[in-house]
């Protein structure tokens, strides 16, 4: 799943998004979320709570993440670790310069599955 990520990442947009990772979860068994943050501005704290907690019962195959201020790369790390401790969930993320690169990170991830 490509998502790109404009302004703030809102609990509506969240909700929306993981219903949707849940169902591609259901129907493939797996999933990998590529991630456009080079516009976003911010994961409000109730959202990364609602992410954390959708996390309890779902795991994501890996996520790269591409295009990522500083800033956004620390809120993203730092809610990405609560996930893996309050989940026990190993899920792989790793930023990336670029979209390209994101995509083949992604091919020899899932190709290791």
Same mark, same amino acid.
């Given at each position: 799943?490509h998502? $790109?990520?404009r *302004?703030?990442?809102?609990?509506?947009?969240? $909700? +929306?998004?993981?219903?949707?990772?849940? /169902?591609?979860?259901?129907?493939?068994?797996?999933?990998?979320?590529?991630?456009?943050?080079?516009?976003?501005?911010?994961i409000? +704290?109730?959202?990364?709570?609602?992410? *954390?907690?959708?996390h $309890? /019962?779902?795991?994501?195959s890996?996520?790269?993440?591409?295009?990522?201020s500083?800033? +956004?790369?620390?809120?993203? +790390?730092?809610?990405?670790?609560a996930?893996?401790?309050?989940?026990a /969930?190993?899920?792989?993320?790793?930023?990336?310069?670029?979209?390209?690169?994101?995509?083949?990170?992604?091919a020899?991830?899932?190709?290791?599955?």
């Open positions: 799943m998502l $790109k990520f *302004g703030p990442f809102v609990l509506e947009h969240a $909700k +929306t998004v993981h219903e949707y990772l849940a /169902q591609i979860m259901a129907e493939t068994g797996r999933c990998y979320l590529l991630a456009d943050m080079s516009q976003m501005n911010g409000p +704290t109730d959202t990364r709570r609602y992410v *954390g907690e959708w $309890k /019962q779902h795991t994501v890996g996520v790269a993440v591409y295009g990522a500083f800033a +956004t790369r620390a809120i993203a +790390t730092l809610m990405f670790q996930v893996r401790i309050v989940g /969930q190993q899920i792989e993320m790793e930023f990336l310069r670029d979209e390209a690169e994101a995509r083949r990170w992604i020899a991830h899932s190709a290791r599955a």
